[in-house]
């Protein structure tokens, strides 16, 4: 765990942003002293400068009660449209024509839901359907999104059952899972996830699905990600009695790092400026890296959008000073501005005032155990609540997007090492881009592959 920590420090934003100082790497060896109660593991790290640091964890050995739902018989879904401006012949298209340039509008349907018993739980229930995602909407069988007039409970999915509420949602999603034969990697990284601890994960089936009484193959059923209680819950911005909403930056921020940033309308958007990065092993500077966001959360006003685009590029410098510099930057009160804070004595006080430091070693875990492919492009959520109850920490849940993962791309063919720390490869191989740690006694960096 501890050395876990550590590599989670420099990860920053966790799109692999921090880098190795040009400069000898050679400090005095750590030491560590493990000590262990009934209610937590504590770790002392000794750092070079002879200070002490004690690391928490509560959940120590990342054990978790959370049981997928299994089944000898898969669950059905039946979308049926009864959209009376479709012309007749066409009553597919809404499934079978749109793209990533043009995934159309949501069709009126009506879904039903039988599980693994042939009982019928969502019976003709009206909604829309439309196709969604990216890349994926270009394959012959595309991802979908279900959205319900009113609220539904699927099949048993973040359902508590001494709550008849729990469990209801408008918006559902079917993943195709078109380029992983194997239909498992994305509700393997998001069981493996479940068991890392309690940040919000989307709960997962799978499916049969038939569109218009056609059988269209086998999906998994998932949720969508959004800021909803059970799902990412922070503060919304609220309505306000003349009808318009709430403006002021002290709510809750649901982000995506997203290579598609550009698709989004301009005030769902933003970019941060990355310092060049060192490689640890030559004299090459690389200074290209993706570094669009996109706000998945609603806001209503410029001001919103600016200030989540501040907060992201402080904690970035955050991070960046801390490791690179021996700089100990912190927020003002108002989380608008940062400055040399005297009371900071090393790298994981400081980032840990600005990171929830567990949610972020979970990423890092996950990202390596799937050698996931999109972790310096885009599918990567984080989230930060600046409301009176929230914690004002930058927040790493909502996994998402592993079916290029588990070995299912050329860049990760023996699963061996450390994927997610020191290689990334993009989709299509093409070319190979190191963005990842070069682990020394300072931490991180970025080395040729």
């Known amino acids: 765990m501890k050395k876990l920590l550590e590599t989670a420090l420099g990860l920053g934003l966790c799109v692999s942003l921090i880098g190795c100082k040009k400069k000898d790497n050679t400090t005095k060896a750590s030491t560590t002293t493990k000590v262990t109660t009934k209610a937590k593991t504590t770790e002392k790290i000794t750092t070079k400068k002879e200070k002490t640091i004690v690391i928490d964890t509560d959940n120590p050995n990342y054990e978790s009660s959370y049981t997928p739902i299994l089944s000898d018989t898969l669950p059905r879904i039946d979308i049926n449209v009864n959209d009376?401006?479709?012309e007749e012949g066409h009553e597919?298209?809404?499934?079978?024509?749109?793209?990533?340039?043009?995934k159309w509008d949501y069709t009126t349907c009506n879904v039903t839901v039988t599980d693994e018993n042939s009982n019928i739980t969502v019976n003709?229930?009206?909604a829309g359907v439309k196709v969604r995602g990216n890349w994926t909407t270009n394959y012959d069988k595309k991802p979908l999104r279900i959205k319900f007039d009113k609220k539904q409970a699927m099949l048993g999915l973040n359902d508590d059952p001494d709550n008849p509420d729990d469990g209801k949602y408008k918006s559902w999603l079917l993943l195709a899972e078109y380029k992983d034969w194997s239909m498992l990697r994305n509700a393997t990284a998001f069981y493996l996830s479940h068991l890392m601890g309690d940040y919000y994960v989307s709960d997962f089936r799978l499916v049969d699905v038939y569109i218009n009484n056609e059988y269209w193959g086998v999906y998994l059923?998932?949720?969508q990600q959004e800021v909803k209680d059970g799902r990412v819950e922070i503060a919304e911005a609220e309505q306000l009695e003349d009808s318009t909403y709430y403006q002021g930056t002290d709510i809750g921020y649901f982000l995506e790092f997203d290579g598609y940033y550009y698709d989004e309308e301009p005030l769902q958007q933003f970019t941060v400026n990355y310092k060049p990065l060192a490689d640890c092993d030559s004299a090459k500077i690389f200074s290209n890296f993706q570094n669009g966001f996109t706000i998945k959360s609603d806001i209503y006003s410029t001001a919103q959008r600016d200030f989540i685009k501040n907060y992201i590029q402080n904690v970035f410098n955050?991070?960046?000073s801390a490791i690179y510099d021996d700089i100990y930057?912190?927020?003002?009160?108002?989380?608008?501005t940062i400055s040399v804070d005297s009371s900071l004595e090393n790298s994981y006080e400081t980032i840990s005032k600005v990171i929830d430091l567990d949610s972020l070693v979970n990423a890092y875990l996950l990202a390596d155990i799937a050698c996931d492919t999109d972790i310096a492009w885009s599918s990567?959520?984080?989230d930060v609540d600046f409301s009176e109850n929230g914690d004002k920490k930058l927040r790493f849940e909502a996994p998402w997007d592993y079916d290029s993962g588990f070995g299912n791309t050329k860049g990760c063919i023996s699963g061996e090492g450390e994927y997610a720390a020191s290689i990334l490869t993009d989709a299509t191989n093409y070319k190979l881009v190191c963005l990842g740690l070069?682990?020394?006694t300072k931490l991180i960096g970025l080395r040729q592959c």
Do not use: W
């Open 84 to 86: 009376p401006t479709i």
């Open 92 to 102: 597919m298209d809404f499934v079978t024509v749109p793209n990533r340039e043009n």
């Open 124 to 126: 003709n229930k009206s």
């Open 221 to 223: 059923l998932c949720e």
């Open 318 to 320: 955050i991070c960046y």
């Open 329 to 336: 930057y912190s927020f003002n009160d108002t989380y608008t």
């Open 380 to 382: 990567f959520f984080m």
């Open 438 to 440: 070069c682990y020394s």
